[in-house]
């Protein structure tokens, strides 16, 4: 859980740069844009795994009762 968490943050740290020196040079000044969705990323990863999980958990279910 650590791991993955520290993966989110890093993945999310280095996209969050990218796209702030991409769009100051883009710019030529330090403007607030929409770079800074970038830093909705680790909420949009537990948000869908948890949403895939849970969808995973319900196939299983309804799977296992039309066996029977």
Request: one cysteine or more.
């Amino acid at each position: 859980v650590v791991l993955e968490l520290a993966a989110v943050l890093l993945a999310t740290a280095l996209a969050f740069a990218w796209g702030v020196n991409t769009a100051r040079i883009e710019r030529g000044c330090t403007a607030i844009g929409g770079e800074y969705l970038f830093l909705l990323i680790p909420l949009m990863y537990y948000s869908g795994k948890r949403i895939v999980l849970d969808w995973v958990a319900e196939v299983r279910s309804q799977w296992g009762e039309d066996c029977i």
